[in-house]
């Protein structure tokens, strides 16, 4: 039974349904009589451990339903990785707040937090509900068929690639998008859902499952733009070589890195510049031009799946009914059901929290530079119904030379 205080808290990357989840888990808890506050922690585990809580009771309905529609995460979000020892320090707070229950919104390092303070408090014998909400533009998180964020920056992705096509085609030359994705190429294969007819980009997809070539790639672009006199490219930020090492490490003069030590992928251009290089040098190619799309895939407004939306909302009121069913961890996961439908389980922590999913084979073509007809099947769902509709006109049409030129 759910009773005593309720904590929320989100971290990581922000997505455009982030609030969802929260506002779903507040106005669910609210049915409850025997829960007598519910907090949200400012900046996620962070926030916590400053005590800096909002007593989100005193929301409004109104209020809340707005920020539901508001992209990016409300109660402030953090990068801080999860240890024990900073867990222990979470765990002294809980206690001291007499926190009953704790549903933490996020991806892989909230999953392991929560399997870390299950651990803490069952030493303590400190009967602790903790509860993962699943959140991630990556789609990366093992179990699920995919993450609350991904559909929408998925929409994003396939919508600006539908229209940078039409630019290129306009003003043909070579376009090089770098899309989010360490180590799953789920948002970057979202691209190819802007397809309507044989000859529009992205003609290559390059994804981090497979080993990068930059030879390889060089000869795909000519191959690509002696045919059509043009080419649109998706790249990862992921990509790397035969030995794993990332392209944007050995090629540029100086690199970045984050707060856990891994390289800064988003936050800058380096790899389509580099990419761009490459082509030019390598081709002859004279009009060549590179876009990151960086933050601008996650929490983007207009571009919100209603499929995305709608399920953002439902696993953090699913959260919150497991948590009353008596639950004491556990992920909410979601599971694909039919042509499309989807439905909620509680899996276990462990089968979730510091593991990665990517995607599967079938997804990706033999040549290792586009997506097969496996993945939009699957993407085309998420998406939340079809992009706005994009014609051309009718080439047959063409009026007969009088001058012959």
């Known amino acids: 039974m759910l009773q005593g205080k309720v904590l929320i808290a989100q971290g990581g990357g922000p997505t455009a349904v982030i609030n969802q989840s929260l506002a779903g888990a507040v106005l669910e808890a609210r049915k409850h009589a025997a829960v007598k506050h519910i907090y949200g922690a400012l900046h996620g585990i962070n926030g916590i451990v400053n005590e800096d809580f909002l007593d989100l009771g005193l929301e ?122 360490r180590h799953a190429g789920f948002l970057t294969a979202a691209a190819a859902l802007a397809r309507n007819h044989k000859d529009d980009g992205p003609h290559l997809v390059y994804l981090p499952e497979r080993d990068f070539s930059m030879e390889s790639f060089v000869s795909d672009v000519k191959s690509v733009y002696e045919r059509l006199g043009r080419c649109v490219i998706a790249v990862s930020e992921g990509i790397h070589d035969q030995s794993g090492a990332l392209i944007v490490t050995k090629m540029a003069k100086q690199v970045e890195k984050d707060a856990h030590g891994n390289v800064q992928l988003s936050g800058t251009g380096a790899l389509a510049d580099l990419l761009c290089a490459a082509i030019k040098e390598s081709s002859g190619i004279k009009r060549v031009r590179g876009d990151t799309f960086g933050y601008l895939q996650r929490s983007f407004l207009g571009c ?68 097969t007809k496996t993945f939009i099947e699957y993407a085309r769902p998420l998406i939340g119904g079809g992009l706005p509709e994009i014609s051309r006109l009718d080439a047959a049409n063409r009026v007969e030379k009088i001058l012959g030129k």
């Open 304 to 371: 919100v799946s209603e499929v995305d939306r709608k399920e953002a909302r439902e696993v953090g009121e699913k959260a919150i009914q497991f948590a009353h069913q008596g639950h004491a961890t556990g992920s909410v996961t979601i599971h694909r059901v039919g042509d499309y439908a989807a439905e909620f389980r509680l899996s276990p922590l462990d089968a979730v929290a510091g593991k990665t999913k990517v995607m599967d084979d079938a997804m990706i073509s033999k040549s290792a530079n586009d997506v």
């Open 60 to 181: 409004t309905r109104r209020n809340l339903d707005a920020v539901a529609n508001t992209p990016c995460s409300a109660l402030g979000s953090t990068r801080d990785k999860p240890d024990v020892k900073y867990c222990k320090e979470i765990f002294k707070v809980l206690q001291a707040h007499e926190i009953g229950t704790f549903l933490y919104i996020g991806g892989n390092d909230s999953s392991e937090a929560l399997r870390i303070l299950g651990e803490e408090a069952k030493k303590a014998d400190y009967g602790l509900k903790g509860i993962h909400v699943p959140k991630t533009i990556d789609n990366d998180l093992m179990v699920n068929d995919h993450t609350p964020g991904y559909p929408s920056a998925a929409r994003f992705v396939a919508s600006a690639f539908a229209g940078v096509d039409k630019d290129n085609a306009a003003l043909p030359g070579v376009y090089v998008g770098v899309v989010m994705g």
